[in-house]
């Protein structure tokens, strides 16, 4: 199982650096036309999901999601700043949170729904605030936040998945964010724990 990074310079060096940093399995991938996960031999298109950052964008968790191919933010960002740093890294698709107040974040829709790989990803801050019914509508994910519990099960063929919280530490839970692989066998999640990325404790 490995992580491959695209074929363009900075990537060179962003891959020496994660490995330097400790996360396992990095490889840079020559004449790749875009930052691609490749898991059992099937490349897959690879989204880094976040929520509930509530002003804090930890340098880990921007290191962390430098290789994805798109990031989904699903709300509570508290800060516009943090948006421009996602932005920076990757195309992003937000949803506005309950935290999410003031002229900046007016723009942002409550809910979406985009299509990746030919599957459908609805996003929205608060599951309770879902205005389809997955299953009927043909929606193959739901990324939801709000709760800062990281969540990733299957329901009724269709997957729920929050991220939890990257912002600051609360409610026992950890500090994660996540990952959907997307490829020709579906939609996979992946939760990652800052804790267990064997990055050191100051950049945690």
Partial sequence: MGLYISRFPQDKRRATRLRRQGVRGVRYAEGRTGPKACYGGARVTTLGVIS???????????TLLCSVDRII???????????????ALAPVTVVRGNMDRGAWARGLPE????????FAIHVVHD?????????????????????HRPRNERVDSVLYFNPGSAGP???????????????????????ISLER????????
């Avoid at 933010?73 to 932005?87: C, I, K, M, S, W």
């Fill in 52 to 62: 509930d950052t509530h002003g804090l964008l930890r340098p880990a968790v921007r």
């Fill in 73 to 87: 933010h699903a709300g509570d960002l508290d800060d516009p700043t943090v948006l421009r740093l996602l932005g």
């Fill in 111 to 118: 809910r979406v729904t985009l299509t990746i790989e030919g």
């Fill in 127 to 147: 599951i309770y605030g879902m205005a389809v019914d997955p299953k009927a509508d043909g929606i193959a994910v739901v990324v939801h936040g709000h709760t």
């Fill in 169 to 191: 530490r609360r409610y026992g839970y950890p500090v994660s964010f996540g990952r959907l692989h997307v490829g020709p066998h579906g939609i996979s999640g992946e939760i």
């Fill in 197 to 204: 990325t064997g990055l050191p404790a100051e950049n945690r």
